[in-house]
Nanobody, 124 residues
Framework: QVQLVESGGGLVQAGGSLRLSCAAS????????MGWFRQAPGKEREFVSA????????YYADSVKGRFTISRDNAKNTVYLQMNSLKPEDTAVYYC?????????????????WGQGTQVTVSS
């Protein structure tokens, strides 16, 4: 069982930066791949980024590639999403998720555990 709690969301102007954190409970955190997803109002939840169990492999949606960076610290049971050059279209609730498979995946169905989400709002 893994419990996830996101933090770091907020309101930022276009071009600004935010760093999201996802704190996980459970001794098996280091065995899981981790992902970030987001859901904008009136839209379906979509994949943002994923990282494998040890942090050596990452994957990004085309819409955030080059602007967002995912990382993890297994000693702290935490995964991060550094978001730079934010755009109004990045506005969404951002969710952290854990995948028991140690390899990266962009499929929501692969992720068994989800956090409650943190709101990111980018003003123009």
């Amino acid at each position: 069982q893994v419990q996830l709690v996101e933090s770091g969301g907020g309101l930022v102007q276009a071009g600004g930066s935010l760093r999201l954190s996802c704190a996980a409970s459970g001794r098996t955190f280091s065995r899981y791949a981790m992902g970030w997803f987001r859901q904008a109002p009136g839209k379906e939840r979509e994949f943002v980024s994923a990282i494998n169990w040890i942090g050596t492999d990452t994957y990004y949606a085309d819409s955030v590639k080059g602007r967002f960076t995912i990382s993890r610290d297994n000693a702290k049971n935490t995964v991060y999403l550094q978001m730079n050059s934010l755009k109004p279209e990045d506005t969404a609730v951002y969710y952290c998720a854990a995948d028991p498979n140690p390899d990266v995946s962009s499929g929501m169905r692969e992720y068994d555990y989800w956090g409650q989400g943190t709101q990111v709002t980018v003003s123009s």
